[in-house]
């Protein structure tokens, strides 16, 4: 009896010491800052909290900027405001623009102007430069499905002349999941050729969900968070948690194109012109094989939206010269566009909204 406790003492002992071995080994190979990390690689309880700060539940479109937020206390670290219906404020303090009617903004981070000043997205500059209105209703985070579905939801309401759609790869691969950043979302299946909404009206999510034992105690260990990833059960790891994403299906460029078809809709339905804007993450000037699959991407559903007759503008000539010129800094800061590239995007649009008159 005694003999059979202690060899299983000693394989127990093995087996820890052959796991902390493991674990050492994983760090040591990680070859990042990340595997050097202590804290649980599951759970984020700060980025929840971090969310509803800004942001608050919204049952199409998963959740918009919280009305009446303003400041620094975002994942972003720079002074944000939202106003009525989750648009961005700028030009606070100045006499408000007089000319009418406005225009709308709608897209992702990149639209709404991440990492950049209130005054400082394309949109403010925009707004600058004409002494006009621009609503500018970018959500971070969100697929293009939610940003046509937004724009829907904002068009009759404001009666803009032109709704400028600002597009990213990343948007159309989001269109593919109905599970995005931890929280289920609006999207589109394709029957009979037709788009379906599905997932929606959305209940409202828990503002602070919290993982179960198991995790709280495996999500310390980067040799589980690594083993977990490469086994492909991220799913079940990520669960209930900002990381979680869970596709629906495996055709978001599929979706793109026909969304096109309701911001034709709109068009026609309001009398708006509407607009595609085609940005570019920081990503596409990194490394040469992300550049042409951004470009490839962003261009098909361009190709699409030019098919319905709706405009298009593309930014990437413009801003492949400025980071040829200036480097990638002098466009981008963290993964979006710092002042100077949103200038150059409003530039863009502005030259180009000059061109039709």
Same mark, same amino acid.
């Given at each position: 009896?005694?003999?059979?406790?202690?060899?299983?003492?000693?394989?127990?002992?093995?087996?820890?010491?052959?796991?902390?071995?493991? /674990?050492?080994? #994983?760090?040591?190979?990680?070859?990042?800052?990340?595997?050097? !990390?202590?804290?649980?690689?599951?759970?984020?309880?700060?980025?929840?909290?971090?969310?509803?700060?800004?942001?608050?539940?919204?049952?199409?479109?998963?959740?918009?900027?919280?009305?009446? =937020?303003?400041?620094?206390?975002?994942?972003?670290?720079?002074?944000?405001?939202?106003?009525?219906?989750?648009?961005?404020?700028?030009?606070?303090?100045?006499?408000?623009?007089?000319?009418?009617?406005?225009?709308?903004?709608?897209?992702?981070?990149?639209?709404?102007? @991440?990492?950049?000043?209130?005054?400082?997205?394309?949109?403010? =500059?925009?707004?600058?430069?004409?002494?006009?209105?621009?609503?500018?209703?970018?959500?971070?985070?969100?697929?293009?499905?939610?940003?046509?579905?937004?724009? /829907?939801?904002?068009?009759?309401?404001?009666?803009?002349?032109?709704?400028?759609?600002?597009?990213?790869?990343?948007?159309?691969?989001?269109?593919?999941?109905?599970?995005?950043?931890?929280?289920?979302?609006?999207?589109?299946?394709? /029957?009979?050729?037709?788009?379906?909404?599905?997932?929606?009206?959305?209940?409202?999510?828990?503002?602070?969900?919290?993982?179960?034992?198991?995790?709280?105690?495996?999500?310390?260990? =980067?040799?589980?968070?690594?083993?977990?990833?490469?086994?492909?059960? !991220?799913?079940?790891?990520? *669960?209930?948690?900002?990381?979680?994403?869970?596709?629906?299906?495996? =055709?978001?460029?599929?979706?793109?194109?026909?969304?096109?078809?309701?911001?034709?809709?709109?068009?026609?339905?309001?009398?708006?012109? #509407?607009?595609?804007?085609?940005?570019?993450?920081?990503?596409?000037? !990194?490394?040469?094989?992300?550049?042409?699959?951004?470009?490839?991407?962003?261009?098909?559903?361009?190709?699409?939206?030019?098919?319905?007759?709706?405009?298009?503008?593309?930014?990437?000539?413009?801003? @492949?010269?400025?980071? *040829?010129?200036?480097?990638?800094?002098?466009?981008?800061?963290?993964?979006?566009?710092?002042?100077?590239?949103?200038?150059?995007? @409003? *530039?863009?649009?502005?030259?180009?909204? /000059?061109?039709?008159?």
């Amino acid at each position: 009896m005694r003999d059979a406790l202690v060899n299983s003492a000693v394989l127990l002992v093995s087996v820890v010491v052959g796991l902390i071995g493991c /674990e050492i080994g #994983v760090r040591l190979l990680s070859g990042s800052d990340r595997g050097w !990390e202590f804290h649980n690689y599951v759970a984020d309880q700060g980025q929840w909290v971090g969310r509803w700060r800004t942001m608050r539940p919204d049952p199409l479109l998963g959740y918009i900027p919280r009305d009446g =937020y303003s400041g620094s206390d975002n994942g972003y670290h720079v002074h944000i405001t939202y106003g009525a219906d989750g648009f961005r404020l700028h030009r606070q303090g100045k006499p408000p623009s007089t000319m009418e009617p406005p225009i709308l903004v709608v897209g992702d981070s990149f639209a709404m102007g @991440a990492e950049v000043g209130d005054d400082e997205s394309w949109a403010a =500059y925009m707004e600058e430069a004409l002494d006009r209105r621009v609503l500018t209703g970018g959500v971070p985070g969100y697929g293009i499905d939610q940003v046509v579905l937004r724009a /829907e939801s904002l068009i009759g309401k404001y009666r803009p002349d032109t709704l400028i759609v600002g597009l990213i790869a990343d948007d159309v691969e989001r269109a593919r999941m109905r599970i995005l950043w931890g929280m289920p979302k609006p999207y589109f299946e394709i /029957e009979d050729g037709k788009l379906v909404l599905r997932n929606v009206p959305l209940s409202a999510p828990d503002p602070n969900p919290r993982v179960d034992l198991l995790r709280r105690v495996l999500g310390y260990s =980067y040799l589980m968070d690594v083993a977990v990833r490469r086994l492909g059960h !991220e799913a079940w790891w990520w *669960r209930g948690q900002p990381g979680h994403i869970e596709p629906a299906h495996d =055709y978001g460029d599929k979706v793109a194109c026909l969304l096109m078809d309701r911001l034709a809709a709109l068009r026609d339905q309001h009398k708006t012109r #509407v607009v595609l804007v085609a940005q570019y993450s920081i990503q596409a000037w !990194e490394a040469e094989h992300l550049r042409r699959h951004e470009v490839a991407v962003v261009r098909a559903v361009a190709d699409c939206a030019r098919v319905r007759g709706i405009d298009t503008i593309d930014t990437y000539a413009a801003v @492949a010269e400025a980071v *040829r010129a200036h480097g990638i800094a002098g466009s981008y800061t963290g993964i979006h566009m710092n002042p100077a590239g949103n200038r150059l995007t @409003a *530039r863009l649009i502005l030259d180009w909204l /000059e061109a039709q008159k």
